[in-house]
C-alpha cells in the first residue's frame, strides 16, 4: 500500500498518543495550579471544614508558596531535553508525572509538621519533576505526528494546559468546601497523577514501531510520511547541526520573543495564582462560589483556544494575511485586550461581582491566542534549534511566576483592599502592552540566517578566506618591501663603485 492512497486509521494509536499527553498536562496541572485554591482554604477557616488545621500564614508566605513551585521547575528544562535523549520520551514522562503526584501526597503529612517551609519545598520539587514534561511532549509528538496532522494533534494536546488549569481551580474549591477539606485536594490529585501512569505503561511507546498495539497501516503511514518530510527538511541530520550559540544569542528577534514571553508569562501568572484571593478578599464569595468563578475565565480560554486555531487556518489558507501578520495580529489582541479588561477590573468591588467575572473571563480568555501568537514563534525563527530557542525562552518565562507572587506580596498587605489590586492589576496591563509593543516592531517569522545547517561551516569558509587573502596581501607586501630593499642597496653599491 503506498502512501498516497494509505492515510492511516480514523482513530489510531497516534491519536491515542495525543490523549494521553492530554490527560498528562491535565493531570499535571492540576497539581501545578490547585495549590492557589488550597492556600486559600488552608488559611481560612470559614471557607473550609472547620476539623481541619488551618494556619496563619501572611500574605508574603503564601506568595512564597505559590512561587516556590518555579524554583525546581525553570531549573530542569534543558535535563528533560537531555533525559529524552537517553532514556527516551516514554521513561521521562513517566518518571515527571509519577514524582509530582507523589510530592502532592506529601503535603498533607508534611505541612502540619513543618509549616509554610515544608509546603515549598514540597512545591519546589514538584516543580523540578515537571519541569521535564514538556521537553518530554515535544520530543513524544516529534515521533509519532505525521507532519500533516503535527498542528492538529500538537493542539489538541496542548489544550490540556487550559482544561487543567480550569479543572483544577473548580475541582480543589468544591473538594476543599467538602467533609474532606483541603488535604482532600492532593489526595485527587495524586490520584490522578498515578492513574495516567498506569494507563500510560500500558498505552505509551517511545516511537510507532515500538508500539505494540498500532497496526500494519498506521506504521506504514506515520514512517512513511516522516520519511518523505526527511527528505525535503534533511531532519535525520538536524540533531548533528552545530549549534551557533554567538548567532542566536545575539539575535534580536530571539531576543524581542523572549521578551514578549516573559511579559505574557508575567500577566498569566498573576491571573492563575491570584484569583482566587481577589474573588475571596475583594469581591467576597464564598469557597463554592470562588472555585465555581475562578474555573470559568479558564474554560473560556480553553473555547477560544479552538476558536483562535480556526481563526488563524482561515486566514493563512484563504490567503488573506503572511503568518508574520497572523502572528503579531493574534499576539496584539491576546495582549492589549487583556490589557484594557485588567485595568477595568481593578476598579470594580463587590457589588459589580457579574461584571468582574465577565472582564476576568475575557482576560484570561483572550489571552489564549498568545500560543499561536507568540510561543510557536521559536518554530518560524529556526526549525533546525527550535528546541535550543525553547529551552531559553521557556527558562525566561518560567522564571517570571517566581516574581509576580512576590510582588503581589509586598504590594498586597490587606487582601481586602481594593486599591492595593488596583496597583497588581495596573501593573499587569502596562505590562502586557509594552511586550507586545517590541514583539509587533522587532519580532520576525521568517527563518533567521543561522538556522543553516551549513552556517558555521560558510562562516568559518568566510574567516579562512578572509584571512588567507589577508596573508596573501601581506605576503605580496612583504615581497614587494624585500624587493625595494634589494633595489635600493643594489643602487647604493652602484653609485659607490
Known amino acids: 500500500m503506498t502512501a498516497k492512497n494509505n492515510k492511516g486509521p480514523a482513530f489510531g494509536q497516534r491519536h491515542v498518543q495525543a490523549l494521553l499527553i492530554f490527560f498528562a498536562i491535565v ?21 473550609s471544614n472547620h476539623d481541619i488545621p488551618t494556619y496563619d500564614w501572611n500574605e508574603m508566605e503564601r506568595s512564597y508558596i505559590l512561587s516556590s513551585f518555579f524554583w525546581g521547575y525553570i531549573l530542569t528544562q534543558f535535563l528533560g531535553g537531555w533525559l529524552c535523549r537517553r532514556f527516551g520520551a516514554r521513561i521521562t514522562m513517566f518518571a515527571s508525572t509519577f514524582g509530582s503526584a507523589v510530592m502532592a501526597i506529601l503535603v498533607p503529612f508534611f505541612v502540619p509538621w513543618g509549616g509554610w517551609q515544608s509546603f ?39 489544550t490540556g494546559i487550559d482544561f487543567g488549569t480550569l479543572l483544577s481551580m473548580f475541582a480543589s474549591g468544591l473538594i476543599a468546601a467538602s467533609s474532606v477539606g483541603w488535604p482532600g485536594i492532593f489526595y485527587v490529585s495524586c490520584g490522578i497523577g498515578v492513574l495516567w501512569c498506569i494507563f500510560w505503561l500500558i498505552f505509551g511507546a517511545n516511537t510507532p514501531r515500538q508500539c505494540k498495539l498500532i497496526s500494519a497501516d498506521e506504521l506504514e503511514y506515520i514512517e512513511t510520511s516522516k520519511n518523505e518530510n526527511n527528505k ?80 488563524a487556518d482561515i486566514l493563512q ?59 510557536l514563534n521559536t518554530i518560524d525563527l529556526s526549525p533546525n534549534h527550535a528546541g535550543i530557542l525553547m529551552g531559553i525562552v521557556n527558562t525566561g518565562g518560567n522564571s517570571i511566576p517566581i516574581l509576580t507572587p512576590l510582588v503581589v506580596g509586598v504590594i498586597v498587605k490587606n487582601e481586602n483592599d481594593r486599591t492595593e489590586w488596583q496597583v497588581v492589576f495596573i501593573i499587569s496591563a502596562v505590562i502586557f502592552f509594552v511586550g507586545n509593543l517590541f514583539y509587533v516592531i522587532f519580532g520576525q517569522m521568517v527563518s533567521q540566517p543561522w538556522d543553516a545547517a551549513d552556517f558555521l561551516y560558510k562562516q568559518k569558509a568566510s574567516h579562512i578566506e578572509e584571512n588567507g587573502e589577508a596573508n596573501r596581501n601581506a605576503i605580496e607586501e612583504v615581497k614587494n618591501t624585500k624587493q625595494a630593499e634589494e633595489k635600493n642597496l643594489s643602487d647604493q653599491k652602484h653609485i659607490k663603485t
Open 120 to 158: 515549598c519545598a514540597i512545591r519546589g520539587c514538584m516543580g523540578a519533576f515537571q519541569g521535564m514534561l514538556f521537553p518530554s511532549i515535544h520530543t513524544h509528538l516529534a515521533n509519532w505526528c505525521p507532519p500533516k496532522e503535527r498542528n492538529r494533534l500538537g493542539a489538541l494536546s496542548n
Open 27 to 47: 493531570a499535571n496541572y492540576m497539581g501545578k495550579f490547585n495549590a492557589s485554591v488550597a492556600v486559600v482554604a488552608m488559611t481560612n477557616s470559614d471557607t
Open 232 to 311: 525535503l527538511n534533511e531532519a535525520k541530520e538536524i540533531r548533528h547541526i552545530p549549534v551557533p550559540w554567538k548567532a542566536i544569542l545575539t539575535s534580536v528577534p530571539l531576543w524581542t520573543l523572549f521578551l514578549v514571553r516573559c511579559t505574557q508569562s508575567w500577566g498569566n501568572s498573576t491571573l492563575q495564582a491570584e484569583i482566587p484571593a481577589y474573588m475571596k478578599g475583594v469581591l467576597q464569595m464564598d469557597m463554592k462560589s470562588n472555585a465555581l468563578y475562578s474555573a470559568l475565565p479558564y474554560l473560556c480560554s480553553w473555547i477560544l483556544a479552538f476558536v483562535y486555531v480556526i481563526m
Open 317 to 375: 489558507a484563504r490567503g488573506i494575511l503572511t503568518i508574520t501578520g497572523i502572528r503579531k495580529l493574534i499576539n496584539s489582541l491576546a495582549s492589549w485586550l487583556p490589557a484594557i479588561f485588567l485595568i477595568g477590573l481593578s476598579f470594580l468591588d463587590s457589588d459589580q461581582k457579574t461584571l468582574a467575572i465577565v472582564l476576568m473571563c475575557l482576560s484570561v480568555g483572550i489571552n489564549a491566542g498568545s500560543t499561536i501568537g507568540s510561543a
